[in-house]
């Protein structure tokens, strides 16, 4: 991977500070890691990084100061966000009541070339993406660079819809940030989705560029464009693709949901009740990539079957990749988790059972004893399984029984034993067990980070549940925690993350 380029034009921002600031600043030496300065009237002016603020002057900010700085950048809009000419620096205001200025938040913009890099091969495809996360997290900076490479290198017509002029710049030039991708202003935030259209109807683009989808109406615009063919790369508020299909707003930019009725007979095949959720219409994005941290992605490549298998509360784990320290891509394969809700629990066994094999040649019988077998059915299917379910055991490979059952006629599973036919036991007829059953059966319970961290999860909440004493999990990543905070929200039991990372964790209670 080729190393990464930043440019901040920092200088041009100390030109518009006042003069005692700036050789703070200076002083600080602090360039990569800068964020924000801070000068808010009557109060120490500071400047912010990644995990600290530090204070630039002993002396308050004046009116003058305030003044020095409205001066020097460019016209604040409707939306009080001013720039500087051909700088990605963003200068947001605070007003009083009578609409002057006591407060400026100085956020400096950097052109970072390279980051695309780690989704360059999703980027090609031609595919829409929609790129979720945090504020300040840096998607705006992979927009940019997404429409550098796909202009440059690509040569597409490229047409950035640039609200609040982050993606290009202030002025009427655009920064060379973009390449040759063409910028289109909005002067009012309330039309971009009308610049939006504008954009197809007029330029022909084959992909446009949009910053912040917040409306219903640029969410439909969105469906527009993509329905006439255009690719469409964007961002959207909220950090990860669940935030998204909560979203009222927002949720059909991957669908939609609605409710539907089923008939008696449907309800009954499918095993769920009458009125079920089901996505209203195909996703606007093709792809959506949740920015989990600075350096590490998590895939969703098809939202129309992730969000289906959602609906019908099964999970599809991303694609993770990470930017290592050496500049390589690591890429951790996406593994489908058939789960309800909530990664199986290793089922219950006996010592004494021996494991079976799948036979080879044809489909394994499978023989279930008390279990249900629509359950089996589903099971199987969510898996990619096949296997046939047989009438009477002395037919079967594998017996699947209930611990209840395996108890109180012990007899007569140890005969099916004797003439070698494996029996596997379960602590309930639940969709989770059964899955389980069917890993260990088929030997597929290599388990992955996100099913190892969700086990230790719901070992957990059955801990807690049982004792009401709090617990505390192993330490996780950012991503593995949301993952645990979520089992444990639908348990209504309590979650917080606590201690720092590396060592940062979940701690459980009621």
């Known amino acids: 991977m080729p190393e990464l380029k930043i440019t901040d034009d920092l200088d041009i921002l100390f030109q518009a500070l006042?003069?005692?600031?700036?050789?703070?600043?200076?002083e600080i030496n602090r360039r990569e890691e800068r964020l924000e300065v801070v000068l808010d009237l009557g109060r120490e002016p500071e400047a912010r990084f990644p995990a600290e603020a530090v204070?630039?002057?002993?002396?308050?900010?004046?009116?003058?100061?305030?003044?020095?700085?409205?001066?020097?950048?460019?016209?604040?809009?409707?939306?009080?966000?001013?720039?500087?000419?051909?700088?990605?620096h963003r200068i947001s205001a605070i007003r009083n009541r009578q609409a002057r200025i006591i407060g400026l938040t100085c956020r400096i913009g950097r052109c970072v070339y390279g980051t695309v890099d780690i989704v360059r091969d999703i980027v090609e495809t031609g595919k829409s993406i929609l790129l979720l996360g945090r504020p300040g997290i840096g998607k705006t900076t992979k927009l940019r660079e997404v429409a550098r490479v796909l202009a440059d290198e690509f040569s597409k017509r490229v047409v950035i819809v640039d609200t609040s002029n982050e993606i290009a710049g202030d002025g009427d030039i655009p920064h060379p940030g973009i390449g040759r991708a063409r910028r289109m202003q909005v002067r009012r935030p309330e039309l971009q989705h009308a610049?939006?259209?504008?954009?197809?109807?007029?330029?022909?683009?084959?992909?446009i560029v949009i910053d912040e989808i917040g409306t219903e109406a640029e969410a439909l615009a969105s469906r527009t464009i993509a329905e006439r063919g255009v690719q469409l790369v964007g961002t959207a508020h909220g950090n990860n693709l669940d935030n998204l299909l909560m979203n009222p707003t927002l949720c059909d930019l991957v669908g939609g949901i609605h409710a539907v009725t089923l008939s008696d007979e449907e309800a009954q095949r499918r095993g769920t009740q009458k009125t079920v959720l089901e996505r209203k219409a195909p996703p606007t994005f093709d792809v959506v990539i949740e920015i989990t941290e600075i350096n590490s992605l998590a895939i969703h490549h098809d939202v129309a079957d992730v969000v289906d298998r959602y609906l019908r509360?099964?999970?599809?784990?991303p694609e993770i990749r990470r930017l290592r320290p050496d500049g390589e891509v690591e890429v951790v394969a996406s593994q489908e988790i058939g789960i309800h809700r909530?990664?199986?629990?290793?089922?219950?066994?006996?010592?004494?059972?021996p494991e079976s094999a799948v036979p080879q040649g044809r489909e394994l019988r499978i023989f279930p004893y008390g279990l249900s077998r629509n359950k089996l059915d589903r099971a199987l299917s969510d898996l990619g399984l096949r296997a046939q379910i047989v009438k009477h055991a002395d037919q079967a490979d594998a017996i699947l029984t209930l611990k209840a059952h395996y108890r109180r006629e012990t007899g007569k599973f140890q005969d099916a034993i004797a003439a070698g036919i494996p029996v596997h036991v379960a602590r309930s007829n639940t969709h989770q067990q059964i899955l389980g059953i069917l890993r260990e059966i088929f030997r597929l319970n290599r388990l992955s980070a996100e099913e190892r961290a969700l086990q230790e999860a719901q070992a957990a909440i059955e801990h807690v549940l049982y004792t009401s004493e709090p617990i505390e999990l192993a330490p996780q990543g950012s991503y593995l925690r949301r993952l645990q905070h979520q089992l444990v929200n639908q348990s209504q039991l309590h979650s917080e993350s606590v201690g720092l990372d590396p060592a940062r964790r979940l701690r459980i209670s009621k």
């Open 18 to 26: 006042p003069p005692h600031i700036t050789s703070r600043l200076r």
């Open 55 to 88: 204070g630039l002057s002993s002396e308050v900010v004046t009116r003058e100061d305030i003044e020095y700085v409205v001066a020097r950048v460019g016209a604040f809009t409707e939306d009080n966000r001013a720039g500087i000419e051909r700088t990605l």
């Open 195 to 207: 610049v939006m259209i504008e954009a197809v109807e007029n330029h022909m683009p084959e992909v």
């Open 313 to 317: 509360g099964l999970v599809t784990a």
């Open 342 to 353: 909530v990664r199986p629990l290793p089922p219950f066994r006996t010592e004494q059972l």
